[in-house]
């Protein structure tokens, strides 16, 4: 699948619908979805978006899902199924999450924490740390596990997937969703490969 830019600046402020079941363990957050996602309704899907190989490589899936054509309904019930949910702080799509301003990523903040009670996940995985630090009025926040909760949750704040987060790879982004992977129960020590 492939679509031209134009096609792309259609989905301008489009949402992706939350990907979320019962038994939810661990909620991983993006900034927003991006205009590939939007396209294909699926989250992080953007050809080069490393958060489907991180999620394999750190044991948090059994298999890749190769998403950038859309997510499978296999692949949405595997995710389900081990207790995995995906939402945004913003729900609108745009070309580069920069295109978001302070309000708006400190309104999504507010909003999550809503959802986040109401979903009773026992972790949540905020997948950017610029957008943590506004969103949620921590300027000095580093990444890994926060001293605060969120909706009665375990809050994390890791690694954002894309492509344009150069210095991240694959394997760096599999050490870090590793951790609340764990601190979810989703994973055990002893299922980890060394």
Known sequence: MAFTRTELL???NAEVPDLLGPGLRLLFVGINPGLWSAATGTHFARPGNRFYPALAAAGITDRLIRAGEGMTEEDRSHLVARGIGITNVVPRASARADELDKAEL????LRLADKVAALAPRVVAVAG???YRIGFGRPKAQLGRQPETIGGAELWAVPNPSGLNAHQTVATLAAAYRQPALASGLILP????R
Request: net charge negative; no cysteine.
């Open 10 to 12: 259609g989905y301008q």
């Open 129 to 131: 740390i610029t957008a």
């Open 190 to 193: 002893e299922d980890i490969q």
């Open 106 to 109: 400190k309104e999504g903040a």
